[in-house]
């Protein structure tokens, strides 16, 4: 079988470690052992462009139970876990491209593989398998039936895709399930942003002044965790309702331009381009740490600052170092790339069963109903939500209450007011 992995020999590692992430993952588990006797993906070949985590392991591992022929690729040249890309090809025998560090081009031979096993399905994380498979692979397009989009980013690209009527397949949104993106963005986001630039400095967060740039699903994550490690947190906004209510929930609100001057920490979670810019890395305090956990390494204008620099070191791992013509220095973590997928681990287990629980569910869905869907981006099925909230819920042992029939009629009536 062909892979592109970086040492098989790490294989051991890995399994273990995916092991670990199986544990936490009840909802995903359940699908597995389901998939395994129905076989619902039988005959199958889905191309996957996810991070290469402990996580995605346990996805790909339940694609294969449910009889689909599968290869991953990775999202993000610099999100592969190397050991769990060994373990998925010597123990799972799933064909995986990925390297953790890989350049561009690459990214772009490994993307190129997947979409050499012709697939039925895609399953992407940011949308660059698919405009690839439609750039420059258009001949295979013929055997697409749908995909799925795991990410913000990925959606937003992919119905402007659909708006210029570029979009030859269905795809389904799965970041816009409530099951993904009010955990997953949130919580996971939150959590392992702040694991990356804890693991990538060793700095104390508490007491330091923490600028969160975009207050979407990600941004309240990551202020709530901030301001819970005792950080003074900063939120920039270019949305009212947003910004708004990052207001409300106490934060205090200010263009860039005033942050950039305050600030210890930075990070950007917006999914836009070009939002830390030259003149706001030029009047940064010395030692300013700034970062990025959006999807692309676009947010952070570091071509920019790479000009203003006269020169640049590499301090720690994840961190370079740059030094300013104004003597102070700007420290850059993971090349501006999604912090805490390089230099962490990514999201805990726990929120990735109901984000990838949504996955494999919505391939499932997709074979059997891809020839309804017209070519535009979906939403998720509630009943799909629905049921995902309802596993997770029973897999940590809460229980909730039950409407009373006198409630169920209440809330449908209209004739019961004062
Ligand atoms: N790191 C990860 O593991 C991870 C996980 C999920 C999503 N993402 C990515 O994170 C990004 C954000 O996702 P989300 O779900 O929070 O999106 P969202 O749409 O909910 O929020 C983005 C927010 O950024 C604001 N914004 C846009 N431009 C801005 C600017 N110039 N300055 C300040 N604020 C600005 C928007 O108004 C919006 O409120 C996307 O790229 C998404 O794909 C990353």
């Known amino acids: 079988m062909k892979h592109d992995v970086k040492d ?8 273990l470690r995916i092991e670990w992430a199986n544990q936490s993952m009840p909802v995903l588990n ?20 996810l991070h290469v985590t402990t996580e995605t392991a346990s996805l790909m591992q339940t694609l294969k139970a449910g009889g689909a022929q599968v290869a991953l690729c990775a999202s993000n040249p610099l999100s592969t876990q190397d050991d769990v890309a060994a ?3 010597k123990f799972d025998k799933i064909a995986v491209y990925a390297i953790k560090g890989e350049n561009n081009k690459t990214y772009y031979q490994h993307i190129n593989a997947v979409i050499d096993k012709k697939p039925h399905y895609t399953m992407d994380d940011g949308a660059d398998l698919v405009s690839t498979l439609h750039s420059d692979r258009s001949e295979l397009i013929q055997f697409v039936e749908g995909g799925t989009e795991e990410t913000t980013t990925g959606v937003i690209r992919l119905k402007s ?12 949104a799965v970041n816009d399930a409530k099951t993904k993106h009010f955990f997953d963005n949130r919580y996971g986001t939150g959590q392992s942003t702040m ?3 804890v693991r990538a400095t060793n700095r104390l967060v508490a007491g330091s002044t923490f600028v969160v740039c975009g207050y979407g699903w990600c941004g309240r994550g990551l202020a709530m965790r901030a301001r819970g490690m005792g950080a003074n947190v900063i939120v920039t906004e ?3 309702l947003a910004a708004l209510e990052a207001v409300m929930d106490g934060f205090v609100l200010m263009p860039i331009s005033k942050a950039a001057r305050v600030g210890d920490f930075f990070c950007t979670v917006t999914g836009n381009i070009n939002v830390i810019r030259k003149e706001h890395f030029a009047v940064m305090k010395d030692g300013a740490i700034v970062a990025n956990s959006g999807h692309f390494n676009v947010e952070l204008d570091l071509d920019s600052l790479g000009k203003i620099a006269k020169s640049k070191r590499s301090v720690r791992p994840f961190v370079e170092e740059y030094q300013l013509e104004n003597g102070r220095c700007i ?18 287990s726990s929120v990735m069963d109901m984000s990838f629980a949504n996955q494999a569910l919505c391939l499932e869905y997709m074979i059997k109903k891809s020839d309804t869907l017209d070519l535009n981006v979906h939403p998720v ?3 799909i939500d629905t049921a995902i909230a309802k596993e997770k819920l029973a897999a940590m042992a809460i229980k909730i209450d039950k409407l009373t029939r006198e409630q169920r009629r209440y809330l449908a009536s209209w004739d019961l007011g004062t």
């Open 30 to 49: 359940r699908i597995k052992q389901r998939f395994l006797k129905e076989k619902p993906l039988k005959g199958k070949r889905v191309a996957a462009c």
């Open 161 to 172: 895709m659909a708006a210029d009527n570029v979009l030859k397949y269905p795809i389904i």
């Open 87 to 89: 373990a998925l090809v």
């Open 331 to 348: 420290n850059v973590l993971g090349e501006g790339r999604l912090i805490n997928l390089a230099a962490a681990e990514g999201h805990p």
């Open 8 to 15: 098989l020999k790490l294989a051991k590692e890995g399994k």
């Open 195 to 197: 694991d990356g630039i």
């Open 238 to 240: 270019v949305d009212e």
């Open 381 to 383: 099925p509630e009943k």
